[in-house]
């Protein structure tokens, strides 16, 4: 089993959809948990934090659920600009700072 | 955000050939640098952590001997591929650590290597 793992997509939507990202996790004691944004052929960049609380950046809202592993991002209105591929990255083990990333989700925002 | 560059951003080599990569954080010291590796249509693989003054730690099976990581000061770490082959054709990406006790990672935007 992945350590990560997405459904790679590719989701098509159309301009002001809604559309959410699932992922999971393998290790339980979890602590650190990211959404990044990588366009292609470029570095990743990171979208937002995810809290236990669940938050929130503008159209961006993010998701934990600690008891099943679980981790979402919702885009609300989406604009063809949020086209690109959403990384799903948990910490790694001890205290390295190494991040584990998921495979990615494409998503394509079409007029 | 901090900023993380890279250079250089695109290579092409003859196999056989090294090539030296060098990643600097710029408005920042960093204690600890990654290095990742990204085929196409497949996720970043984390190749190793780079300690300022330490040897790097190396992931299973990445080639230490290979894949060379100087991390002399806190702002600069550099990967050195040797005897490139083609199948070390790849996407390379580093990131710098924002503090001790952070996961927030800031990435350089990468350099394409081309081994022909």
């Known amino acids: 089993r992945k350590e990560v793992e997405q459904d790679p997509g590719p989701f098509n939507v159309p301009e002001g959809a809604t559309v959410a990202f699932n992922c999971t996790y393998s290790?339980?004691?979890?602590?650190?948990f990211f959404w990044y944004r990588q366009d292609c052929r470029k570095e990743p960049k990171l979208l937002m934090s995810?809290?236990?609380s669940g938050n929130e950046d503008g159209r961006f809202t993010a998701q934990l659920n600690r008891a099943s592993q679980y981790i979402s991002l919702l885009i609300r209105d989406s604009k063809l600009s949020d086209s690109a591929t959403y990384l799903c990255v948990v910490n790694g083990m001890g205290n390295t700072g190494k991040l584990i990333f998921g495979q990615g989700t494409t998503l394509q925002v079409k007029p | 955000g901090a900023v993380v560059s890279q250079h250089p951003s695109r290579v092409i080599c003859k196999s056989g050939t090294s090539v030296k990569i060098e990643c600097r954080s710029l408005?920042?010291?960093?204690?600890?640098m990654f290095w990742y590796r990204q085929f196409p249509k497949q996720s970043l693989m984390l190749m190793a952590t780079s300690n300022e003054g330490s040897k790097a730690t190396y992931e299973q099976g990445v080639e230490k001997d290979k894949f060379l990581i100087n991390h002399a000061s806190l702002t600069l770490s550099t990967l050195t591929v040797t005897s490139a082959h083609p199948e070390d054709s790849s996407f390379y990406i580093c990131?710098?650590?924002?503090?001790?006790?952070?996961?927030?990672?800031?990435f350089g935007p990468g350099t394409r290597l081309t081994v022909t």
């Open positions: 408005d920042f010291q960093a204690t600890t």
């Open positions: 290790n339980s004691a979890s602590q650190s």
């Open positions: 990131s710098a650590r924002s503090g001790e006790g952070s996961y927030e990672q800031y």
């Open positions: 995810v809290y236990s």
